[in-house]
């Protein structure tokens, strides 16, 4: 059976390039949209390790020349006293300076190692953001005034960079060696974190570790964010009651209040809208496939309506003819789906198929072929039954 339904689809080769064409392209937009959806929803499973409720992220404009530069000393002062200001309201129940807020515009990698294209992301925050982020805590401890005395940088690092760096051995207490093109130094790894996904639910995990603020040093990395944990149940008119009080204490610098569910909404409405319309767009050519595919099986049945009454004379039942017509539609879609697959092959060279995982791909690709066979198999039925209806008589008119 199998061998006669190649036979026909064959003998009929000049009628189905156009289509065979179409199942390709739609293969290959819906695999691109399925994987990118599977990617996104098994991101959005695993942990962000931060708490962004109730959570407020205050950029400073100190106006300094660069974002990198060394702040003076009257710079730090001014930090520490509006540290000292926000801590002190009512309302905040934690607060802390970092370099990078979550969803926020500022990230900082540094690269292990070249060849392997291993990168991790790192972030400076103060002592108090642990309990101000809601940073969850596995191993060790997190940083403590008394970590400025100490003769080695102290670190804290997450569960995938505790993998990447010691395996399966004891990582608490141990030393790390950073080494790149612009500094090599060592650190001291105090504590282990579940997990910081600064970019949020969506965006690729990369190993991550922090670095700590040395309030007591002026000379080091200006940090002008300032996240606050509020109290629960503090209304949102606070927020002109903190900048008030913040530009009292530093009238020439600007202050930006943006609370972190706020910018996890706008994180989310740009990661998903590129996957929407994608989706919209996949959408608008399976219809067009669709349509295609139920025109030429609408015009095969009238130029074969002679075929068809033959074989009916001949002992074939409705059946038949109808498993005949959807047997066709299948070995087409199979060669469209073959020439999908040919070049579906090719993405597992690429960095977003690799981190997505081999197996993971192949069941998105089993997933888009699934699709594209339904679809047809489902267009392939109006038009079988109307190739079913044809009696032997109709025939006669062909003759």
């Not at 609370?259 to 319309?277: C, N």
């Not at 199979?334 to 977003?352: C, D, I, R």
């Not at 997933?367 to 392939?380: P, T």
Request: aromatic share 8%.
């Amino acid at each position: 059976m199998i061998r006669h339904l190649i036979r026909l689809t064959w003998n009929r080769r000049r009628t189905y390039p156009l289509l065979i064409a179409e199942i390709t392209i739609s293969f290959l937009v819906v695999l691109v949209v399925v994987s990118s959806a599977a990617t996104f929803l098994r991101r959005y499973r695993l942990p962000m390790g931060f708490d962004p409720r109730n959570v407020w992220a205050v950029t400073c404009d100190v106006n300094a020349s660069g974002f990198f530069d060394e702040r003076s000393q009257e710079e730090h002062e001014r930090q520490l006293l509006l540290l000292r200001e926000v801590r002190g309201l009512p309302e905040v129940a934690h607060a802390s300076y970092v370099f990078s807020a979550p969803y926020g515009p500022h990230s900082s990698t540094t690269t292990l190692d070249k060849e392997k294209d291993l990168s991790v992301e790192t972030n400076v925050a103060g002592d108090d953001a642990l309990a101000t982020l809601g940073l969850r805590l596995v191993e060790g401890r997190w940083f403590e005034p008394g970590d400025g005395q100490l003769n080695i940088e102290p670190i804290v690092i997450d569960q995938r960079m505790r993998r990447l760096v010691f395996r399966d051995g004891k990582a608490v207490g141990e030393e790390w060696a950073e080494t790149n093109d612009e500094r090599s130094r060592k650190h001291l790894v105090i504590g282990v974190l579940e997990a910081f996904r600064r970019g949020g639910e969506l965006k690729e995990p990369l190993p991550y570790f922090f670095y700590r603020d040395h309030p007591e040093k002026a000379s080091s990395l200006p940090l002008k964010t300032l996240v606050i944990r509020l109290r629960p149940g503090t209304p949102t008119a606070f927020e002109e009651t903190l900048i008030s009080r913040l530009r009292a204490l530093a009238p020439a610098w600007s202050f930006t209040v943006e609370p972190l569910t706020e910018a996890r909404r706008r994180h989310l409405q740009e990661m998903t809208t590129p996957l929407l319309i994608g989706g919209l767009l996949a959408g608008s050519l399976l219809l067009m496939v669709a349509l295609g595919l139920v025109g030429v099986l609408w015009q095969t049945i009238i130029r074969r309506t002679h075929e068809i009454g033959i074989r009916r004379s001949l002992g074939a039942t409705a059946g038949d003819i109808q498993r005949q017509i959807v047997g066709e539609v299948m070995v087409v879609t199979s060669l469209g789906l073959a020439l999908g697959f040919a070049l579906a092959l090719q993405a597992p060279l690429l960095p977003p198929v690799r981190a997505l995982g081999l197996h993971f791909y192949g069941l998105c690709v089993v997933l888009a072929a699934a699709g594209i066979y339904a679809l047809n198999f489902l267009c392939a039925m109006y038009p079988s039954r109307l190739a079913a209806k044809v009696v032997p008589a109709d025939a006669l008119r062909y003759e």
